[in-house]
């Protein structure tokens, strides 16, 4: 069975600073990743996917995520924090047979002036 | 272009009524996904479809709970016999296909009294 694990429901981090959200996964076939961000009120905007291929993925404002199959993790940075980046980040596992995705529990970004 | 749409973005009704939500795709995306996500959650997979039928509906809690999609790209989601448990924001989301990244809605905020 997959599942999705996200360490810290909720990180802090001043404005400028590194952002780094955890996620490790498992999954018994080679797994699709993604993470997506969630604005309140809103639905879920993809940031960025690893399917196969390099293993470093960059994806929308600024932020990109590494695939380590050995740690099964693929965290979430974020050179420079903004305050536009606070928010609900979510990670995901899926497989190609499905197309369903698994989520993570969530974590919620804070960014301090 | 247009995004996954969602409607109504909010649904308030009694426990024992029924309810009926509704998701329009991407236009030309075969796939599409309803989840559950409820307060604090990460969302729940509840039900994929491939085109006109239902690809997996592994994710339905009990038989209260039914979704359609007859002719491959609106779909309804339907509550039997609501109860105050079934309260969340249900997500609709498109693809282009299994594999492609999935796109979500802004969701139905469903509370039952």
């Known amino acids: 069975a997959q599942s999705v694990t996200q360490l810290g429901s909720h990180v802090s981090v001043s404005e400028g600073a590194l952002v780094l959200l955890r996620c490790n996964y498992s999954s018994s076939v080679p797994p699709y990743l993604f993470w997506y961000v969630q604005y309140p009120n809103q639905g879920l905007q993809l940031l960025l996917k690893?399917?196969?291929?390099?293993?470093l993925v960059k994806g929308i404002n600024g932020f990109e995520a590494e695939f380590k199959k050995s740690e099964t993790s693929f965290h979430l940075t974020k050179p420079s924090a903004h305050m536009s980046d606070a928010a609900e980040y979510f990670c995901a596992v899926g497989y190609n047979q499905g197309g369903k995705l698994i989520f993570g529990q969530g974590t919620e970004l804070s960014v301090k002036p | 272009g247009a995004g996954v749409s969602q409607t109504p973005s909010n649904k308030v009704t009694e426990k024992g009524k029924y309810v009926e939500l509704r998701c329009d795709p991407i236009?030309?995306?075969?796939?599409l996904y309803w989840y559950r996500q409820s307060l604090g959650q990460g969302p729940e997979f509840l039900i994929y479809f491939q085109g006109t039928g239902a690809a997996d509906d592994s994710g339905l809690p009990n038989d209260r709970f039914f979704a359609v999609r007859p002719e491959g790209s609106v779909s309804t989601l339907k509550i039997q016999r609501t109860e105050r448990g079934d309260s969340a924001v249900y997500l609709c989301a498109s693809s282009p296909n299994r594999v492609e990244p999935q796109h979500f809605g802004d969701g139905t905020r469903l509370s039952i009294l």
């Open positions: 690893y399917t196969t291929g390099a293993t």
């Open positions: 236009s030309g995306h075969t796939a």
